[in-house]
């Protein structure tokens, strides 16, 4: 996992000002990563306010991100089925953000996890959760 900090593997993670820093797991599968979020020029509009999807790139990239730190060597998250992504605040491209995302549920062909971008102080900007189908290496998906 440690050849996919920085951009995850994704140049474009990279191309918005994101980075994934650190990961691990807590308990038997609840994985997470964390990382920073510096917003560049590609990643705002024209009033220096980071587009929706920008967000939604990102947090869905941390959600993977932990589901694959939690899994067994071989399994991997294949596709994300489902996410949903709710901006609280407009963020700037002054700022630099947190990143953070975590498992909040394993099954045996679909991960649950969330994700958020906070301030260094903890005030929230947006949310995300999303449902992640699964590939496992022994018994197929």
Known sequence: MDR??????????GQV???????????EDLGWVEGSFSPTELACN????VQAGVHSLLLDAC?????NAALPRG????????LK???????SQDTIYRLRGEVVR????????????????GELYTRATGT????RAEGGS
């Open 85 to 91: 992504t709710e901006t609280m605040r407009a963020a």
């Open 106 to 121: 394993m099954a045996k062909q679909v991960a649950y996890g969330e994700a958020t971008v906070r301030t260094a102080e």
């Open 132 to 135: 992640f189908l699964l590939h």
């Open 4 to 13: 996919w900090l920085g951009d995850g593997g994704m140049p474009i993670i």
């Open 63 to 67: 959600i993977n991100f932990a589901i």
């Open 46 to 49: 024209p009033g220096g306010i």
């Open 17 to 27: 000002g994101g980075s994934l820093e650190s990961y691990g797991v807590d308990g």
């Open 75 to 82: 399994d991997r998250a294949r596709a994300t089925l489902e």
